[in-house]
Structure formats: structure tokens, C-alpha cells
């Protein structure tokens, strides 16, 4: 007669152990994303000299403006589109911002029709400088741009300060994008 095996086999608690490390990374993502700010993305072309650009103008056919053209002054450079429901939301504090000429307000429209986007204009106010079009989307590729709405503050120097994406509120325009025009006022 031979004595019982009392070896347990090891499988069993191998479900219990995976089960063990998916708690655990679950655990460290919400401790991480703790953030209140959730919605923030940093971007990797913050300090970095905003991406060279040549795009046609949207009210004036023929023009092309280029990433130089604009050095020299700071600018705030919006994305929107006609077809964008956050665009029309942020629309009015894009304008009440403009009003206030702190800095040039310059319109990056994407991937949208031109009649749509002059229409769209026409009907809701046009707070933007100048509006640069990009039909099919490839210069929004350099400036990291994968949806709208998105905002970049722009030193005189060429140099992306600050984005923002989202609707811009009251709230971001004063608790963010003031505090990075006023170090660019301060001399």
C-alpha cells in the first residue's frame, strides 16, 4: 500500500494570484489619477518652438501665412470647427478673451468646409485676427492636435507656453491663461 499524495497542485491558486496583481494595478491607477484636474494632458511642446506652418487664410483668398509671420508678438492660437459642439460652447469666452486685446487672437479651423466655417463665423461672431485653415488636418498632426476644441498660448518668440484642451471657461481663462499672459507682459 502506498502512502497518499499530499503535494497540492500548484494551479490552484494561480487565479487568485493574477486576480491579486489585477487589484493591485487597479489600486495604483486610482491612487495616481487622485489629480483633480483630469482632463489635463500634458503636452510634450510646452518650451518647445511651436511647429513651422504655411496656412491658407479663411476671408482671404489667395493668402497664405506662415509660422514666421506670426514671431515677434504672443499670440493665442484656437481650434475649432464648425462641426464642433464644445467650439460653440467656448465660443462666447474665446470672444469676451479677444476683447480684451491682451493678445492676438488667431483662429486655427479644422478640418471644415469653408462655407461651413465662414457660416458659422457669420452666425456666432468673429473674435479671431486672422483664421487659418487646415482642410485635411496634416499641420494639426505636427502641433499635436487630435480634436477640437484646443488652445495653444504662443510667446513672441515662437515658443508654446501654455495649451488648454476643451472648451475654454470663465474659470480656465482666469485661474490659467491670464497667469501665462501676465509672466509674458511682465518684463
Avoid at 491612487?31 to 489635463?40: H, I, K, Q
Avoid at 466655417?117 to 457669420?122: C, G, I, K, S
Avoid at 475654454?168 to 509674458?184: A, F, G, H, I, S
Wanted: hydrophobic share 40%; with cysteine.
Amino acid at each position: 500500500m502506498t502512502a497518499p499524495d499530499r503535494r497540492r497542485p500548484r494551479g490552484r491558486w494561480l487565479p487568485l494570484a493574477v486576480f491579486g496583481a489585477i487589484a493591485v494595478l487597479l489600486a495604483a491607477g486610482v491612487w495616481l489619477s487622485r489629480n483633480p484636474d483630469r482632463d489635463a494632458l500634458p503636452s510634450p511642446l510646452i518650451g518647445k518652438p511651436a511647429p513651422e506652418f504655411r496656412l491658407p487664410v479663411l476671408h482671404e483668398p489667395g493668402r497664405v501665412v506662415t509660422s514666421d509671420e506670426l514671431r515677434g508678438a504672443p499670440y493665442l492660437l484656437n481650434v475649432w470647427g464648425s462641426w464642433c459642439p464644445g467650439c460653440r460652447e467656448e465660443h462666447a469666452v474665446i470672444d469676451g478673451f479677444a476683447r480684451t486685446g491682451r493678445v492676438q487672437v488667431i483662429g486655427y479651423n479644422w478640418k471644415d468646409e469653408h462655407d461651413d466655417a465662414t457660416r458659422w463665423l457669420e452666425q456666432f461672431g468673429n473674435p479671431y485676427r486672422m483664421v487659418l485653415v487646415d482642410y485635411d488636418g496634416r499641420t494639426a498632426i505636427d502641433w499635436g492636435i487630435y480634436g477640437a476644441p484646443e488652445t495653444f498660448l504662443v510667446d513672441g518668440a515662437g515658443t508654446i507656453v501654455w495649451k488648454y484642451v476643451g472648451p475654454m471657461t470663465p474659470d480656465v481663462v482666469r485661474t490659467q491663461l491670464l497667469p501665462q499672459v501676465e509672466r509674458l507682459e511682465a518684463p
